[in-house]
């Protein structure tokens, strides 16, 4: 998978001949058993951090045979890192010196490439953090409806309980029936605010078996009472046998409530004159690998020149807007393998589309 230039100068070839080719091709026939035995041991004892070491001879490009030690640890994902050093060879007097210093130079550049990875992954968990914070600020208020309902209604069915108690047997026996139905309510409410945690928890990202009309389910109930004061409709269209995805359930809910939450502002903007408020929801598979989720309103749509402008970070036309969202949105969908896009529609609105890969990685190329 990858070998430094010292390795290539030692066993005189270039450094792409090495990379991609059997490490076997490189050691010397009468070392391969105990190279093999060196491998299984390693293998045996998989954990990381796993180190063993052997002295085999290297094969050059000109048949040369260079006796070196082997240091091989097992690297997190399976992968061997070997170290070599040279124990005997005359005709390669700056050898040692060159190993020394490529090898530092592969280890710099493999811990700063982990470390730039490392540091953006942390980067986008985080800034995927605060968006949820903000979206959840913003829909404080319906939130605040949804969890208040199941409790109103608790509290409507006690109050009768506490009637009919007082009443003959015949009331008495509707008792055990209307508190069921506050039980109902009751886990009602907690399936809502077990929700919310999990929807503004800080986690890193996890995939899990998903069921993409539930994701699409739960970021519509959290926004309904945004739709209802709007006077939004909605219409949902899925296919009946969608495939479960391999996906973060809570990052495609957080995409499916930006471009939700964008669509009800842009047809609900005073500046915009939309007659008819409506959000279309579709979900389709377009090839074998992907699955697909449309989302289009019938607001003014993306003037021309903000086609392109869309989804940078920190674009935004609205007053109050951070311009995150969007941006936020592509990382998460690419990271599932997909893609997201927009376009004005002809009959007017916008069209925001995502792909996702159903194994939660496959490339798609458009
Ligand atoms: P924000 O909502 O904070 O502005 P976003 O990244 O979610 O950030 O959106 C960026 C910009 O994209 C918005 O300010 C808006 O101009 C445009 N936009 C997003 N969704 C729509 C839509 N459904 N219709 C028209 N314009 C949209």
């Not at 470390?115 to 913003?138: D, F, P, Y």
């Not at 969608?242 to 499916?256: F, S």
């Not at 997201?340 to 458009?366: Q, S, V, W, Y």
Request: hydrophobic share 40%.
């Amino acid at each position: 998978m990858e070998a430094n230039l010292a390795l290539a100068n030692l066993l005189q070839v270039q450094r792409a001949q090495l990379i991609g080719q059997h490490i076997g091709n490189f050691i010397a026939p009468q070392d391969h058993a105990h190279f093999i035995r060196h491998l299984t041991w390693l293998r045996d004892n998989n954990k990381n951090g796993a180190c063993a070491h052997c002295t085999i001879s290297l094969v050059t490009s000109q048949q040369t045979q260079i006796k070196v030690r082997m240091k091989s640890t097992i690297q997190t994902d399976n992968i061997i890192h070997g170290r070599i050093s040279l124990l005997e060879h005359a005709s390669h007097p700056q050898c040692l010196a060159d190993l020394a210093k490529s090898h530092a130079e592969l280890q710099k550049e493999i811990s700063g490439r982990e470390l730039i990875e490392e540091q953006s992954r942390q980067h986008q968990e985080k800034l995927a953090h605060v968006a949820r914070l903000n979206t959840m600020g913003e829909m404080a208020a319906g939130l605040a409806h949804e969890i208040n309902q199941p409790l109103t209604a608790i509290s409507s069915y006690v109050r009768s309980c506490l009637r009919l108690l007082e009443g003959d047997e015949k009331k008495r026996a509707q008792v055990p029936g209307i508190l069921e139905q506050a039980c109902n309510q009751a886990q009602r409410a907690a399936n809502i605010i077990r929700h919310l945690r999990d929807f503004v928890s800080k986690s890193a990202s996890h995939r899990e078996t998903t069921e993409l009309g539930n994701v699409i389910q739960l970021a519509i109930s959290m926004m309904r009472t945004e739709f209802h004061t709007n006077n939004i409709t909605l219409n949902v269209e899925t296919l009946a046998n969608m495939p479960l995805i391999t996906a973060d359930a809570i990052q495609i809910e957080q995409v499916v409530l930006n471009l939700l939450r964008n669509a009800s502002e842009a047809m609900s903007d005073p500046q915009n004159n939309c007659h008819t408020r409506h959000l279309d929801i579709v979900l389709d598979q377009p090839s074998a690998t992907h699955v697909r989720v449309s989302v289009s309103d019938t607001g003014p749509g993306i003037p021309l020149d903000n086609m392109k402008k869309i989804p940078t970070p920190f674009f935004s036309t609205k007053a109050n807007g951070m311009g995150l969202g969007l941006a936020i949105s592509r990382t998460i969908v690419e990271d599932h393998g997909g893609k997201l896009t927009h376009k004005t529609n002809p009959e007017g609105g916008a069209t925001f589309m995502f792909t996702l890969a159903i194994d939660g990685k496959t490339i798609i190329h458009h």
